[in-house]
């Protein structure tokens, strides 16, 4: 069965996003070796984990160009959802190195608790009844049911609010580089956000494929301004008027 023309749109998009995505993460992730600044580790990592839903698109779109039919669908699940809670733990350590450090314990059980609850449901599910985590949509799109819904929510919801809370400190400063770091990451948590949940939740036609993905492009762009702020971004929005 060859690839229609949508699998292949979704298939490039998602491999672009991906790419693009693990080249932000890894590049924050450098930083570590080079300043030891365990942040970096924290943030790099997390950014190249939390694009991992998408992973099994891309994987299945390179299989597909030669079987045409793609991974199986337990192997999509697998790949797409397993990493998600600890990619979550990884940005709560590198949120509370900064803010409610003292209820980095407290914030650690509560969501470890959440997060084991989703693996074991996930893995009794993608044994038993793999139907309700989803359904595949030809190799390389996939509809989740309620139960993957309402923990992405839950996931999707701790990172927005906390990277509010996080991106709040850098808008205080008075330093307009460090200013622009926080508008870029709240960019980012929003674009995210957005580009999941549209990702999804709903089915995609060949213009919500290439909005969606765009937007979460443009996520990982003011993810890696957000903590990085490369020269040519500085000089692109701070730029002073003639």
Do not use: H
């Amino acid at each position: 069965m060859a690839l229609n023309p949508l699998d292949v749109l979704n298939g490039v998009f998602s491999l672009i996003f991906v790419v693009i995505s693990l080249f932000v993460g890894l590049v924050i992730l450098t930083r570590y070796f080079k300043y030891k600044e365990k942040i970096y580790f924290l943030v790099g990592s997390t950014y190249m984990l939390i694009s991992s839903p998408w992973w099994p698109s891309c994987i299945s779109f390179l299989v597909a160009i030669s079987n045409g039919v793609g991974i199986p669908s337990q192997v999509y699940f697998l790949i797409g959802n397993v990493l998600t809670p600890i990619a979550i733990v990884l940005w709560l350590l590198a949120f509370t190195e900064f803010l409610y450090t003292e209820k980095r314990k407290l914030f650690l059980l509560i969501f470890t608790i959440i997060g084991v609850i989703f693996e074991i449901l996930f893995f009794i599910f993608l044994f038993l009844n793999p139907s309700v985590i989803g359904q595949l949509n030809g190799p390389v799109d996939v509809n989740y049911e309620s139960f993957i819904m309402i923990f992405l929510i839950i996931f999707l919801s701790i990172v927005v609010i906390s990277g509010f809370l996080f991106a709040n400190l850098s808008l205080k400063s008075k330093d307009p580089e460090v200013k622009l770091k926080g508008k870029l990451l709240i960019i980012a948590y929003v674009t995210f956000a957005v580009g999941a949940l549209l990702d999804s939740a709903i089915p995609l036609n060949e213009v919500l494929i290439i909005i969606t993905r765009l937007i979460l492009i443009a996520s990982a762009i003011c993810w890696y301004g957000g903590f990085i702020l490369p020269k040519w971004m500085k000089k692109f929005f701070l730029r002073k008027p003639q």
